[in-house]
């Protein structure tokens, strides 16, 4: 069972703690709460400190510091990277340097090094558990300039334990005593730590594996609109991918994205500028292309069926599908259309771009008539 873990390169310091935490926030937490009842203070604390390590992870680590969708002060990047060392996930440089390689290579077994590609468990917690390869850190050095940064790859451990685990831990003391002071260390220490993380990973995990893909079907990332719930809007991951270096990642104005909100109001108050944003006609582009590619290769597939003769006539499918491909063609018109005025750099009105975004989703649609149709004719 054990014979093909590669026991010579496990990183038993992180696997321990990994394993650890988890143990304690697993039995720790309802024994607490068993002995202790559930006290407001912790709900209050841990929602806190959750909020503010995650986010020092979405907004940190990931879109500031690893993508450089937008410039920080420095309070900003302050408070994220001491925040975002309070998730244990590494330093900031670190994380950048992996996630960097990640988009760089996204499913490639060698250079991903969280790839999808080497199973659902690896890309979720497996690939944390192996010294892999020493870190090269060649792709940050435009980080290793920044000495907020350079600081903290140096002393977070030791800012994580004081600010993320002992402060919790005194603060529960404070409140309640002794009784208190094991609430802190699980509330806002342990037990928060193991939740942010599972979160982190469930993007390099479920993100891969189960969603939509309505920018690009080339790489594995999928849109989720329940992780997006969890991880403060990280689960568009198909849009992130499609267009890494925006600042959002839930593009649209209603989708869950609270890091983008969050972005946003900051911009507002003047701590950070410089928002990257991709333009509305390159988003309209992709969505079109990529349902364009999903129609052609659905009736590539019905007219392979139909060559094979495992598929007889039947005329509402025929109309169906002739249905579709007329939707198909002014599909292609939108598109050619916008991408002239995008390459001339004229403005496409709003107008055109939704009515673009509706003739695409009347293609999704028909193409699950299709989907519908074909067994009676099967
Ligand atoms: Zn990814
Ligand atoms: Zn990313």
Same mark, same amino acid.
């Given at each position: 069972?054990? =014979?093909?873990?590669?026991?010579?390169?496990?990183?038993?310091?992180?696997?321990?703690?990994?394993?650890?935490?988890?143990?304690?926030?697993?039995?720790?937490?309802?024994?607490?709460? /068993?002995?202790? !009842?559930?006290?407001?203070?912790?709900?209050?604390?841990?929602?806190?400190?959750?909020?503010?390590?995650a986010m020092?992870i979405t907004m940190?680590?990931h879109r500031?510091?690893?993508?450089?969708?937008?410039?920080?002060? &420095?309070?900003?990047?302050?408070?994220?990277?001491?925040?975002?060392?309070?998730?244990? *996930?590494?330093?900031?440089?670190? %994380?950048?340097?992996?996630?960097?390689?990640?988009?760089?290579?996204?499913?490639?077994? *060698?250079?991903?090094?969280?790839?999808?590609?080497? !199973?659902?468990? %690896?890309?979720?917690?497996? %690939?944390?558990?192996?010294?892999?390869?020493?870190? *090269?850190?060649?792709? +940050?050095?435009?980080?290793?300039?920044?000495?907020? &940064?350079? #600081?903290?790859?140096?002393?977070?451990?030791? /800012?994580?334990? $004081?600010?993320? /685990?002992?402060?919790?831990?005194?603060?529960?003391? #404070?409140?309640?005593?002794? !009784?208190?002071? %094991? !609430?802190?260390?699980?509330?806002?220490?342990?037990?928060? &730590?193991?939740? +942010?993380?599972?979160?982190?990973?469930?993007?390099?995990?479920?993100?891969?594996?189960?969603?939509?893909?309505? @920018?690009?079907?080339?790489?594995?990332? =999928?849109?989720?609109?329940?992780?997006?719930?969890?991880t403060f809007g990280e689960?568009?991951?198909?849009?992130?991918?499609?267009?890494?270096?925006? @600042?959002?990642?839930? $593009?649209?104005?209603?989708? #869950?994205?609270?890091t983008? #909100?969050?972005?946003?109001?900051?911009?507002?108050?003047?701590? $950070?500028?410089?928002?990257?944003?991709?333009?509305?006609?390159?988003? +309209?582009?992709?969505?079109?292309? *990529?349902?364009?590619?999903?129609?052609?290769?659905?009736?590539?597939?019905?007219?392979?069926?139909?060559?094979?003769?495992?598929?007889?006539?039947?005329?509402?499918?025929?109309?169906?599908?002739?249905?579709?491909?007329?939707? &198909?063609?002014?599909?292609?018109?939108? @598109?050619?259309? /916008?991408?002239?005025?995008?390459?001339?750099?004229?403005? +496409?009105?709003?107008? $055109?771009?939704?009515?673009?975004?509706?003739?695409?989703?009347?293609?999704?649609?028909?193409?699950?008539?299709?989907?519908?149709?074909?067994?009676?004719?099967?």
């Amino acid at each position: 069972m054990f =014979r093909n873990i590669p026991f010579n390169r496990v990183n038993w310091f992180t696997s321990s703690f990994l394993i650890i935490t988890f143990f304690v926030a697993l039995i720790g937490t309802p024994l607490y709460i /068993i002995n202790f !009842g559930l006290d407001p203070f912790f709900i209050v604390m841990f929602l806190l400190y959750f909020a503010a390590s995650a986010m020092g992870i979405t907004m940190g680590y990931h879109r500031l510091f690893a993508h450089r969708a937008f410039k920080a002060s &420095v309070p900003v990047r302050l408070t994220t990277l001491i925040f975002g060392a309070c998730a244990f *996930e590494d330093s900031a440089l670190d %994380w950048a340097s992996d996630h960097r390689n990640h988009h760089k290579h996204t499913d490639h077994e *060698e250079d991903d090094p969280y790839a999808i590609s080497k !199973g659902f468990l %690896w890309a979720h917690i497996g %690939w944390i558990f192996f010294k892999l390869y020493p870190r *090269e850190l060649n792709n +940050v050095s435009d980080l290793r300039k920044d000495k907020l &940064v350079m #600081w903290q790859h140096k002393y977070h451990y030791i /800012i994580g334990i $004081v600010v993320g /685990i002992l402060l919790p831990t005194l603060l529960g003391y #404070w409140y309640a005593g002794p !009784g208190g002071a %094991w !609430g802190g260390f699980l509330f806002g220490g342990i037990t928060r &730590v193991v939740l +942010v993380q599972h979160c982190t990973f469930l993007i390099n995990s479920l993100c891969h594996t189960m969603g939509r893909q309505p @920018y690009c079907s080339q790489g594995s990332a =999928r849109d989720s609109f329940l992780m997006a719930i969890f991880t403060f809007g990280e689960g568009y991951h198909n849009y992130h991918h499609t267009f890494q270096h925006d @600042y959002r990642n839930g $593009v649209k104005p209603w989708q #869950w994205d609270p890091t983008k #909100w969050a972005i946003w109001t900051l911009s507002k108050l003047g701590l $950070v500028e410089d928002l990257r944003q991709v333009a509305p006609e390159k988003i +309209v582009l992709a969505e079109l292309r *990529e349902t364009r590619r999903k129609a052609e290769e659905r009736l590539r597939l019905i007219d392979e069926k139909k060559a094979q003769g495992d598929l007889r006539d039947c005329p509402v499918l025929e109309s169906a599908i002739d249905h579709l491909r007329s939707l &198909v063609h002014s599909l292609q018109e939108c @598109y050619d259309d /916008i991408e002239e005025s995008f390459s001339k750099r004229l403005s +496409v009105s709003r107008y $055109v771009l939704e009515r673009s975004r509706l003739n695409a989703s009347q293609v999704l649609k028909q193409l699950i008539a299709v989907d519908n149709l074909q067994p009676m004719a099967a």
